[in-house]
């Protein structure tokens, strides 16, 4: 008898515990779930921890309450200013009602593949109306909330919230790239010219400017050592005229011993002239100046004044005009 009893109490107790085991669920702080019974939806249960449902009636199926991320593929759009970019978006959302997200969606798998379009459709609708430099401006961030605001609105029914929505990336195609690196190079090889020509013309003008000084400099300098050298011929004219103009006699025969001296400076010059010629009259009459008897310079005189200490007749030696020597008729 007693045996009986413990068995049907073991039985009960096994029973209770199964029954108490399938009535009771947990709830992690990270998920939320949605009650079920016969496949049609009872209840949510947000808050984490225990929670009860009917045993082998009710169901549950979990859904994440964290913030999800999807990676969309990229895309080609067209800009409002009719230019193509190539843009590589993700977007963030979070379920915040399972019971609508499992009776529009499904679950995820299938909500992402309706996704993906819709946030497509949200960014060609706002970038479609934008220029490219808008879309690379600090305007940007205006611009992914107005695309996040457009899929909230589309995605609603499902029972989903888009937090953000961000570019990653966003490339021109590779045809539009190669022709936009041409142009970035011409562009800068006109630039280029164009600094080297303003170079060379301020280089032409500091030379031209330069050469103006030199010659200006030069052209004084020049003017200042003519005055110069005028004034020194002047002052030398003029102690020579002081000097000499003691002894007009003795100037005149200076001189022509200075002509000598630079008419026969070789020693084998000839001179074709007449002998009666003024220039020969200190050969004709040594002791004679101006035709007056005087003293006859000393050779040691002749040598000083640069001609040769022989007598002037032996070092002349004029010739006539037939080729014969002076001396020798």
């Known amino acids: 008898m007693n045996q009986r009893v413990i068995l049907i109490a073991g039985v009960v107790l096994a029973a209770a515990l199964v029954l108490l085991a399938g009535s009771v669920f947990t709830v992690h702080q990270s998920r939320q779930a949605l009650v079920l019974q016969f496949g049609n939806p009872v209840r949510v249960v947000k808050e984490p921890g225990l929670s009860f449902k009917l045993p082998f009636i ?49 679950n995820e798998a299938l909500f992402r593949q309706r996704l993906e379009p819709t946030v497509f459709a949200a960014l060609r609708s706002v ?20 695309i996040r605001d457009e899929a909230n609105k589309a995605l609603q029914r499902f029972g989903v919230e888009i937090v953000d929505v961000r570019i990653k990336r966003a490339d021109l195609p590779v045809e539009n790239t190669q022709a936009i690196f041409r142009r970035m190079q011409t562009e800068r090889e006109r630039e280029a010219k164009e600094l080297r020509a303003q170079g060379a013309e301020l280089a032409q003008r500091i030379r031209a400017r330069a050469d103006r000084e030199r010659r200006v400099l030069i052209a004084e300098a020049q003017k200042r050592a003519e005055i110069i050298r005028g004034e020194g011929d002047a002052e030398a004219i003029r102690i020579f005229a002081e000097a000499f103009g003691q002894d007009v006699d003795f100037f005149k025969f200076y001189r022509t011993m200075q002509a000598y001296r630079q ?33 006859a310079p000393a050779p040691a005189d002749l040598a000083r004044g640069g001609g040769p200490a022989a007598p002037a007749a032996a070092v002349a030696r004029p010739l006539l005009e037939d080729g014969t020597p002076a001396a020798a008729r």
């Open 58 to 106: 009710q169901q549950v199926e979990y859904f994440e309450k964290r913030v999800l991320d999807y990676d969309a593929p990229s895309v080609e759009l067209i800009l409002g200013d009719q230019r193509r970019l190539v843009v590589d978006a993700f977007t963030r959302y979070r379920i915040v009602d399972p019971l609508r997200f499992r009776q529009a969606a499904g």
């Open 127 to 146: 970038l479609g109306e934008t220029s490219l430099m808008e879309v690379l401006s600090k305007d940007r961030a205006m611009l992914m909330n107005r």
């Open 263 to 295: 008419a026969l400076a070789d020693g084998n010059t000839s001179i074709v002239m007449s002998p009666q010629s003024e220039f020969f009259r200190f050969f004709a009459s040594p002791g004679l100046v101006d035709g007056a008897p005087g003293r």
